[in-house]
């Protein structure tokens, strides 16, 4: 089994975060291919920012998604994720969609822990997209680049410990998800420092796309996820031109 883990980030220190920790979730015998997007924010931080990176985005899907068996999107934005649903034959999974509706399956409330009070208004309208408003417990936005230093993450990890103590506390959450690519693998870390599961969204990404790839599932022929049809384009890169026309995808 291959696995594409696409990270529109332009940040190899972030791609090589996910893409280890990506290896560590996976079975035996599962490939890890992880890609880093060429153009766009290093570490996406707006909504601007962010609708570059869907462009990015789909451009890697178009590059680089043949001869693989599912697709990580490994921005916790889940960036173009039904877009990319749209594209390919092949499962595609978000790692905050896929943290959360892991979450749901491991307890009741959900605590959800952020970087940056900018960027919680963007997750919390993904969360409501998602349907999942009603099992949420609390958020914190915790003010820090702690988390994409190099080197000693000691910091970053205190930081994360108080915020969800807080949230199992104060909200009652009964599960903690951390949002951000950079938080992968970081549970392990925090896990036995907290009464509650710890979950990141690589980790969950990965093991629920292999679950699916097992399960074998139809593409849509019909609807809004069937794939699009040969299109007229211009200006489009060689590999999207071929997507629309038909001869990729």
């Given at each position: 089994?291959?696995?594409?883990?696409?990270?529109?980030?332009?940040?190899?220190?972030?791609?090589?975060?996910?893409?280890?920790?990506?290896?560590?979730?996976?079975?035996?015998?599962?490939?890890?291919?992880?890609?880093?997007?060429?153009?766009?924010?290093?570490?996406?931080?707006?909504?601007?920012?962010?609708?570059?990176?869907?462009?990015?985005?789909?451009?890697?899907?178009?590059?680089?998604?043949?001869?693989?068996?599912?697709?990580?999107?490994?921005?916790?934005?889940?960036?173009?994720?039904?877009?990319?649903?749209?594209?390919?034959?092949?499962?595609?999974?978000?790692?905050?969609?896929?943290?959360?509706?892991?979450?749901?399956?491991?307890?009741?409330?959900?605590?959800?822990?952020?970087?940056?009070?900018?960027?919680?208004?963007?997750?919390?309208?993904?969360?409501?997209?998602?349907?999942?408003?009603?099992?949420?417990?609390?958020?914190?936005?915790?003010?820090?680049?702690?988390?994409?230093?190099?080197?000693d993450q000691s910091e970053a990890d205190a930081l994360a410990i108080a915020a969800a103590r807080d949230l199992i506390e104060r909200d009652g959450a009964e599960v903690?998800?951390?949002?951000?690519?950079?938080?992968?693998?970081?549970?392990?870390?925090?896990?036995?420092?907290?009464?509650?599961?710890?979950?990141?969204?690589?980790?969950?990404?990965?093991?629920?796309?292999?679950?699916?790839?097992?399960?074998?599932?139809?593409?849509?022929?019909?609807?809004?996820?069937?794939?699009?049809?040969?299109?007229?384009?211009?200006?489009?890169?060689?590999?999207?031109?071929?997507?629309?026309?038909?001869?990729?995808?």
């Amino acid at each position: 089994m291959r696995i594409l883990v696409l990270n529109a980030n332009t940040s190899s220190f972030v791609t090589d975060k996910v893409a280890a920790a990506a290896r560590d979730a996976a079975s035996a015998g599962t490939e890890i291919v992880p890609v880093t997007g060429d153009f766009g924010a290093r570490i996406i931080a707006t909504r601007t920012e962010l609708a570059i990176a869907a462009h990015a985005t789909v451009e890697l899907l178009a590059t680089y998604a043949a001869g693989c068996d599912a697709v990580v999107i490994a921005v916790s934005y889940d960036v173009a994720l039904s877009a990319a649903r749209e594209m390919l034959p092949i499962p595609v999974v978000g790692i905050t969609e896929a943290a959360l509706l892991t979450a749901c399956m491991l307890g009741g409330r959900i605590g959800v822990l952020v970087w940056g009070q900018r960027v919680l208004p963007v997750y919390q309208e993904l969360v409501t997209g998602y349907g999942l408003n009603s099992r949420i417990a609390g958020w914190r936005a915790v003010e820090s680049n702690a988390p994409y230093a190099a080197g000693d993450q000691s910091e970053a990890d205190a930081l994360a410990i108080a915020a969800a103590r807080d949230l199992i506390e104060r909200d009652g959450a009964e599960v903690i998800v951390l949002t951000g690519a950079v938080m992968a693998g970081v549970p392990q870390r925090l896990q036995p420092h907290l009464d509650v599961p710890v979950l990141d969204g690589v980790s969950c990404a990965v093991r629920q796309a292999e679950l699916l790839v097992r399960q074998r599932p139809t593409k849509a022929r019909t609807g809004s996820y069937a794939a699009p049809g040969p299109r007229e384009t211009v200006g489009l890169s060689p590999a999207l031109q071929a997507f629309f026309a038909g001869r990729a995808g």
